[in-house]
Structure formats: C-alpha cells, structure tokens
C-alpha cells in the first residue's frame, strides 16, 4: 500500500502581516509504525495526486478481492486541506475581486496536480480565482499599487502559491530575481 502525504496548513500573523505556510509531511512504513521521513516546506505538491492515490488503492482492494482490508486505508484530505488554507488567506485578504497566483515554471511537467488544486479551489468557492503566471510574465505584466497590492494583468493578487522559485534555475535573468523582489515587497 502506498502511504499518502498529510498536510498541515498554517496561517501566521505576525505584525498584522500574514503569511500562509502549506507544510507536506511524508511518511513511510517502518517495522508497522508510521515514521516521518520529510517535511516539505517549500513546495507542497501532489495534495491532488495522492488524493487519487487513495482512490486506486480502494479500487485494487476491491479487484482482488480484499475490501474486506479497505478499513486501514487512511482518508486522504490532502487537497482539501491545501485548498482550505489557501482560500482561508484568500478571504482574510478581504477583496472577493483579488485572485490566487500560482507561480509555475516556464515548462510545466506538473500541470495535472497543479490543475487538482486550481479545481479544487473553484469547487470549494466559486467565486474564487486561480491565474497561473511564471516568472518572467510576473517581471513583464506585474506591477505594485501605491498601497503595495500585487497587480498581475490588471487584477489585485491576494495569495502567492510558489510551484516554482525555489530552485535558481527559474531565474534566468535579473528580471526574474527582480520578479521576486516585487512579489515579496508586497508584505
């Protein structure tokens, strides 16, 4: 059986700033405990995958005749709970107009969990939305408001999900350092 990850999701406010941290915890099976391995925090990915993880799991069990073991597969509200956190600072933000940035890579290889919690979003709130931009775009279509909003194409950008930006080679240029810079003026 395949372990899911868990998510913890914190929302911190720290001179009436606040900052949305989304925290994946691994773990594996070790001697028949569970044992963390990791915590990732800086990209939270695969909250949609796994979530289909647990999915396959029961439809195996039921394939080989083993349904009768489903009550040990652990519920997986892994994308839920990424979203949850997400749309939380998305309304502290109070501007139902502002939208939910996702940073991606300029080549995304990781478009369908990216898509699960963009889909995700929308069917846990419908009138909150998702743009997804990558470096280089925010350095040419960004810009700062007089009282420091984020503007992406004209809309005010209440939560920054960095899917990508942890890694140097996302930035090819000083533009993009630049576009980071901006981003992280906002706070």
């Excluded at 963390?36 to 069990?61: C, H, K, P, Y």
């Excluded at 005749?65 to 892994?78: K, L, T």
């Excluded at 478009?111 to 009138?127: G, K, S, V």
């Amino acid at each position: 059986m395949l372990l899911q990850p868990t998510v913890r999701v914190c929302i911190m406010v720290w001179f009436q700033r606040i900052a949305l941290g989304l925290l994946r915890c691994d773990y594996m099976l070790h001697e028949h405990a569970l044992k963390q391995v990791e915590m990732n925090t800086i990209a939270s990915s695969f909250a949609g995958i796994s979530t289909a993880i647990t999915q396959l799991d029961r439809f195996v069990l039921t394939e080989i005749g083993r349904s009768d073991i489903m009550e040990h597969i652990p519920a997986n509200g892994a994308l839920a709970g990424l979203c949850n956190g997400m749309l939380d600072a998305w309304k502290m933000y109070n501007n139902k107009d502002a939208v939910i940035l996702f940073i991606i890579e300029d080549v995304t290889y990781n478009i369908c969990d990216q898509r699960f919690h963009e889909f995700e979003i929308r069917r846990l709130n419908p009138h909150a939305r998702v743009i997804r931009r990558n470096l280089t775009q925010i350095a040419e279509r960004a810009s700062l408001s007089k009282d420091k909003e984020l503007i992406v194409d004209g809309v005010v950008v209440a939560v920054i999900y960095f899917r990508s930006g942890y890694q140097t080679d996302a930035y090819h240029s000083k533009k993009e350092w630049d576009a980071r810079l901006l981003m992280e003026s906002t706070i």
